[in-house]
């Protein structure tokens, strides 16, 4: 990508653990007016999007308490449960942090939520954050 069309890293989402759908989204999306935007479920968690502006807000709920956001609720309740950050190019980015050092979840990209490649780090590598980096 050549700089005149690069966007820069934005934050995307904001990835949000739930017990229950029912008891965070009528206050995002009826007191907040945060409109619902379709997403597709991805890794055991049924997920509900929220558009926040530029970014979007996502409900994560799982039924199976082995899924990874079930696993997160039972062990730590809900709350934030990820950033992720849009980047221009995601191979070249997971190549950076690899070079840097940093301890990746996926090696390789994989499909996410919104249809985009996405690719966890490890929050060992960053402060205790669990990081998300989103193609555009």
Do not use: W
Not at 114 to 119: L, S, T, V, W
């Amino acid at each position: 990508m050549t700089d005149s069309v690069r966007r820069g890293t934005r934050i995307a989402h904001i990835g949000l653990a739930v017990r229950a759908i029912d008891e965070l989204l009528p206050f995002m999306r009826d007191v907040l007016e945060m409109p619902e935007v379709p997403l597709n479920d991805a890794d055991g968690a049924t997920i509900v999007g929220l558009a926040s502006g530029e970014s979007l807000v996502e409900l994560l709920h799982s039924d199976s308490e082995t899924s990874p956001i079930g696993k997160y609720v039972a062990k730590r309740g809900p709350g934030i449960h990820h950033v992720c950050f849009a980047v221009d190019d995601l191979d070249g980015m997971l190549q950076k942090c690899r070079d840097a050092g940093l301890r990746l979840i996926d090696e390789v990209p994989r499909l996410g939520a919104e249809g985009k490649r996405i690719a966890f780090l490890h929050p060992s590598a960053t402060g205790g954050v669990l990081v998300e980096l989103s193609e555009y």
